[in-house]
């Protein structure tokens, strides 16, 4: 319970200050009567610019990451004649899209203050 305390209380100061970026990060948003355990925070950003916005978060010190390749597309499954057919356009838009930022029961206040201002810092450069 504390450790989900403590994500859950960085998730949400996280989603509060990136909020202003709306128009380009998707924010995640929680379902009414739900409870996570924030094990990933993941924002959605256009997938043209997703690995600019990872490189942009490095070069602030922010060890960001793409975060997984779908199984339908992953080397074994290329080859899979059961698989490699499969066609998952949501799937697929969303895994060019996310970009997971870190948090950590074991975060400071200052870490989680780290990664709003290099955030705040690279989606402003998206917006321009």
Do not use: M
Not at 22 to 41: D, I, K, S, T, Y
Not at 48 to 59: C, E, F, G, N, T
Request: a neutral charge; hydrophobic letters at 50%; one cysteine or more.
């Amino acid at each position: 319970p504390e450790i989900t305390r403590r994500k859950t209380a960085q998730a949400e100061r996280l989603v509060a200050a990136l909020a202003p970026y709306r128009g380009v990060v998707q924010l995640p948003e929680v379902p009414a009567g739900c409870l996570p355990n924030w094990h990933v925070f993941a924002v959605l950003v256009d997938p043209a610019k997703r690995d600019w916005v990872i490189s942009a978060l490095k070069a602030e010190g922010i060890g960001a990451a793409f975060h997984y390749v779908p199984l339908h597309s992953a080397p074994y499954a290329r080859h899979a004649p059961d698989i490699a057919c499969v066609e998952l356009p949501v799937t697929d838009r969303v895994a060019a899209s996310l970009v997971r930022l870190p948090i950590s029961a074991a975060f400071a206040d200052t870490d989680c203050d780290d990664v709003i201002a290099a955030c705040t810092k690279v989606f402003e450069r998206l917006t321009s």
